[in-house]
């Protein structure tokens, strides 16, 4: 059976559907019982479902939502870089301002340095180093870049694209680069200018913060979250079966590659050039950056589907991956111990060591 989830396309997500089913399983014998749930959170499609084995009748729907709760909160108070109030949002507009505000310090040579909570400097950590094991290829300091790529709003309104001109990207650029970001006793620092942008590992480190709240909930025996292209796996299902996750065929949106068969506590992450784009004059402008050029990625490849078992590594990896291509992406996926499945622009697909053990094509 394929599951419901790692299957959307954006265009076909909006308007939001909000619904919670209940479905009561082993004939309402056993006291298990699925509550899903399907809405919109961080810009993109969230489906959840929820193995409930404690007075579900009473608290399942509230775990819905208090997962959805949770995602909003992560953005609005940690990543968004839309939100000025946000984590993210507060160093950015330090890092616009001439002045230091009252929360950063300048050092000598012009940087900003905050004070970020304790999980988020550890995610960044892992991060940068995936920055600097990549290359490059992941960098989140993008964030000028992707401004002027636009394609968050062209992805639904294409009349609003507008190709970047050449001089404002290599200006965007010059504000970028991953080195220009310093992780210190708690403390992020970087040069003025920059603007962060983490919508490479939001995702991912959503899974992650919610793979730590469901195992404060006794109550939930297992769980399938799906956020856009992330999706995590927990705990186990009433039928002992093991979690199907779909990955989609880049070429074909509505059919799939294949599916992951994954048993336990896993993170899904897919980058692909299907999920944000805009098509002016027969060329496909996506969403994943080429920190090189500034352009859209064209390294032969369609998609990237990373999974292990920490969100925020398979959702920095999937990203990195695109950008460096199949050969040395699949290298980069192995020394750190993840699974890849890569699908190229010619049809052909790559899959990581390992990973066939996890895998079956349609
Ligand atoms: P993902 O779908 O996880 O690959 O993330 C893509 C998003 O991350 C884009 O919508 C941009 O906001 C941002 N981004 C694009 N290219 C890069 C890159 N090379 N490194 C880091 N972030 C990027
Ligand atoms: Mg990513």
Known sequence: MKSFFGKYHKKTILPVICLVCIGCLSACGSRTVEYRSADTAMGTVLQVSLYVTADPQEDGKELTEEVRTQIIDLERQEL???VPDSVIGRINGLAAQEQSGNEAARAEDGSIEMQIPQALYQELLLVQEVSKASNGALDITLGKVAKLWNLDTAAVQPQMFQLPA???????????????????????????????????????????????????????????????????????????????VGIVDPSDTSSYLGTLSLEGRWCVATSGDYERYVEAEGIRYHHILDPETGYPAQSGLKSVTIFGHSGCLCDALSTACFVLGAEEGLKLAEQYGVYAVMAAEDGTLFLSKGAEAYFTAD
């Open 166 to 244: 050449k001089a404002a990207l290599q200006e965007a650029l010059a504000c970028s680069g991953f080195e220009k970001i310093t992780l210190i006793d708690g403390k992020l620092q970087m040069m003025p200018g920059i603007l962060l942008d983490l919508g490479a590992v939001g995702k991912g480190i959503a899974c992650d913060r919610l793979l730590a709240w469901l195992e404060t909930k006794e109550q939930i025996s297992g769980a399938v979250i799906a956020l856009g292209g992330s999706i995590l796996t927990y705990g186990e299902k009433p039928d002992g079966k093991e979690w199907k």
């Open 80 to 82: 968004s870089r839309r």
